[in-house]
């Protein structure tokens, strides 16, 4: 069992683990003797550690909606892990986007200051992962639905990855003031975003259906 993976419960939280164990070597063959992965490029090393400054530091004070208040930084972070650990995606600047995905939707943090520090690739998955909240939420959610098919390859990894991590924290402890309902609305939100990004990357997508069916089912 991978360590940190295990949440210890409270009395809305179920025991289920964030993140699957996966069997031993399943890394791809090649991607590193030292036992872990490695990234294309020094460079790609140093824009993953840039971004995750720089979420660390505009999510500070922020929490996730569950009942211990979890640092919002363990979402973006959790993102970019299933990316690696699931998906076995290793490029640099969609790990990079994953990390910074929430940045501009939900701190003080400017597209403008995303393309500077990171450049135009990085820059447009952020944009694309990013919801305009001026729009009221129904207009919100609608628009992921009919613009999903349309991303780029990298933003739709990035967006399947972002799904799954919450509906599995959904399944694993339900934000404060939400009922059964609200959960099962989500979950099928999700699952009319994620039908449209089919043929992205088959670890996530069959993570999602497996959730998804069930946060539906219950
Ligand atoms: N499951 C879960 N979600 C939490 C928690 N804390 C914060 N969130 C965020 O809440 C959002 C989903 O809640 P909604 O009520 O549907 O949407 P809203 O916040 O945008 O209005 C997601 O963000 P989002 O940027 O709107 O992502 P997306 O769902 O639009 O892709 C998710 O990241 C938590 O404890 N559990």
Same mark, same amino acid.
């Given at each position: 069992?991978?360590?940190?993976?295990?949440?210890?419960?409270?009395?809305?939280?179920?025991?289920?683990?964030?993140?699957?164990?996966?069997? !031993?070597?399943?890394? @791809?063959?090649?991607?590193?003797?030292?036992?872990? #992965?490695?990234?294309?490029?020094?460079?790609?090393?140093?824009?993953?550690?840039?971004?995750?400054?720089?979420?660390?530091?505009?999510?500070? #004070?922020?929490?996730? @909606?569950?009942?211990?208040? $979890?640092?919002? =930084?363990?979402?973006?972070?959790?993102? /970019?892990?299933?990316?690696?650990?699931?998906?076995?995606?290793?490029?640099?600047?969609?790990? +990079? +986007?994953?990390?910074?995905?929430? $940045?501009? *939707?939900?701190?003080?943090?400017? #597209?403008? *200051?995303?393309?500077? !520090? #990171?450049?135009?690739?990085?820059?447009? =998955?952020? @944009?694309?992962?990013?919801?305009?909240?001026?729009?009221?939420?129904?207009?919100?959610?609608?628009?992921?639905?009919?613009?999903?098919?349309?991303?780029?390859?990298?933003? @739709?990894?990035?967006?399947? /990855?972002?799904?799954?991590?919450?509906?599995?924290?959904?399944?694993?402890?339900?934000?404060?003031?939400?009922?059964?309902?609200?959960?099962?609305?989500?979950?099928?939100?999700?699952?009319?975003?994620?039908?449209?990004?089919?043929?992205?990357?088959?670890?996530?997508?069959?993570?999602?259906?497996?959730? =998804?069916?069930?946060?539906?089912?219950?």
């Amino acid at each position: 069992m991978s360590e940190g993976n295990e949440e210890s419960s409270t009395s809305n939280e179920s025991p289920s683990k964030l993140y699957p164990d996966l069997p !031993e070597g399943t890394w @791809k063959k090649g991607d590193g003797e030292k036992g872990g #992965f490695m990234l294309n490029s020094c460079e790609d090393m140093a824009l993953v550690i840039k971004a995750a400054d720089l979420a660390a530091r505009r999510h500070r #004070f922020q929490k996730r @909606k569950d009942v211990r208040q $979890t640092p919002y =930084i363990n979402h973006p972070i959790g993102v /970019a892990y299933i990316l690696t650990n699931e998906a076995k995606v290793y490029d640099g600047a969609t790990l +990079a +986007a994953a990390i910074l995905h929430d $940045t501009v *939707e939900d701190t003080k943090t400017t #597209f403008e *200051e995303i393309q500077q !520090e #990171f450049g135009q690739e990085v820059y447009d =998955i952020v @944009k694309g992962c990013t919801d305009d909240k001026s729009l009221p939420k129904d207009t919100r959610k609608q628009l992921q639905i009919d613009h999903a098919a349309e991303h780029s390859h990298k933003t @739709k990894l990035v967006k399947l /990855a972002d799904k799954l991590y919450n509906l599995r924290d959904l399944e694993r402890a339900t934000p404060i003031g939400w009922d059964k309902r609200r959960v099962k609305e989500y979950a099928e939100w999700a699952r009319q975003v994620v039908s449209r990004m089919k043929g992205t990357n088959e670890a996530l997508e069959m993570a999602l259906d497996d959730i =998804i069916n069930r946060l539906l089912s219950k």
